[in-house]
């Protein structure tokens, strides 16, 4: 039992492995102490560990907390009033997926908070996770002929209560933002035991999910069809699609300023005099030949600075504008700029270039990481570079000029292994992969974007298992 065996690389794992073999029997915990259980308490560590399960068959388990070796033997850490959380991530996007166990909830407003189990969803580009609460009611109203729930639903469900607990945890889950408070729980379900999925695909509490985000599923051990199905479309779907559903979750704010499309004013900076006096006295001024169309409705400047100007060039700064006065003398346009904020990674030009200025959004500004992609326009561009952002940080935008400012139209995307082609012509996308393409249409695009991931993650899987 020397120090050796317990954490030197190699030996720790096979130290490991012969506690797991030799003291496999000895299981530690409350929860196989020899007594009664409550059939609700069981119910309960049932559904955490078959979500688990579910997750396990498409996702990659990173770590869990559940079952742990000491030198006693395997110790089970599942208990009424414990915390377990099983960790996961995407064998694509690599966004972290986190299935908890009686997460605590406080430094609430209110009261403290403790749903049965969590569902924490990362999602690429944002800085908070889309999390989701399933809640074990061992209780079902069999809707008796001539009962109350009976004439209201028809058929049997989860109780009036039960979904009421659902409202309470989403509704009182919440963190401060900068003042106002929002809402981090975007969905919450009642799991309860019932084993007709066919038939409650029509009952009132399935169908208020679409609409509302809360609602309940039938689970057992053998109908877990409906939460499969479910669980899978979170993880796959798109963080703008899950922001559209429910009612003010957290994010809402900010997809709100993204969505009022803040425009911003890209200007070229030709001088390393003029970058230095620009930065120092808060301003930018252009000629007004050389400012592009639409101009006064920006409410931002952002600096695009040529090779050999600074210690980088492309997109550094962007900044508010507080003032614009236009020289008639000089045929110039000088915008006051309130302070001036340094991208955290500068937009790059790879090959492209700005010959004298051109617009482009607040949310391009932040996400780009090349400059070509700050001429997305087209809401189908957007969709399609989002998605393809999920699945690569490598992605290379290719426009139809050297000069964004010049340019009319995107012409494709490319990263490792596939080419994304638009097709304005036929108003389509096509996708090709090694020897396979495959074409969505517009309105195929803007009805579902969540499908463009699964034929991204297909396609991408058989081109990987080619090679």
Known sequence: MSLVLQMAPG?????????????????????????????????????FLKLGQILDKNYNLISQDIVQVSRQGLFVNLEANRTAKRIYSHPVTSEKIVLRYQKREGRLPTVTQK??????????????????????????????????????????????DDINTMHRYRDAIVAENNGPYE????????????????????????????????????????TTIMVENFIK??????PEELQ????????????????????????????????????????????????KRGWQ??????????????????????GRITDVILNKANDDVLFKIEVWTNLHNPIKPVNYGVANSFMTTLANIKQAAELPELFMKSKEEKIVWKTLRRVSDQINTGLDHIH????????????????????????????????????????????NPSRIFHLLVNMLKVNWEDK
């Open 115 to 160: 749903p049965d189990t969590m569902l924490s969803i990362e999602k690429k580009g944002k800085e908070y996770t889309f999390n989701y609460i399933f809640d074990a009611k061992y209780r079902v109203d069999y809707a008796q002929d001539g009962s109350y729930y009976k004439n209201l639903y028809q058929t049997p469900g989860p109780m009036e």
């Open 404 to 447: 964004v400012d010049s340019a009319t139209q995107i012409k494709e995307y490319r990263l490792t292994g596939m080419k994304v082609h638009m097709d304005r012509t036929q108003s389509s996308v096509h996708f090709h992969a090694n020897k396979n393409i495959e074409t969505i249409s517009f309105d195929q695009l803007n009805k």
């Open 183 to 222: 809402r981090t729980a975007f969905g919450a379900y009642v799991l309860f035991p019932w084993k007709n999925e066919n038939i409650y695909q029509n009952h009132h509490f399935y169908k208020s999910i679409d609409k509302v985000n809360v609602g309940a599923f039938p689970f057992l051990p053998n």
């Open 233 to 238: 479309r979170l993880v796959e779907m798109g």
């Open 297 to 318: 409705e920006a409410k931002y400047i952002a600096l695009y600075v040529k090779k050999g100007i600074a210690n980088e060039n492309g997109v550094l700064v962007y």
């Open 11 to 47: 030996y720790r794992k096979a130290f490991q492995i012969y506690l797991t073999v030799s003291k496999g029997l000895v299981l530690q915990g409350k929860l196989y102490q020899l007594s009664l259980k409550d059939v609700a308490t069981l119910y309960e560590y049932w559904t």
């Open 244 to 291: 559209e559903e429910g009612i003010l979750p957290q994010g809402t704010m900010e997809e709100w300023g993204s969505s009022l499309e803040e425009s911003v004013l890209v200007g070229l900076v030709s001088t390393a005099e003029d970058y230095k006096q620009f930065i120092k006295e808060k301003y930018y001024t252009i000629p007004v030949e050389r400012v």
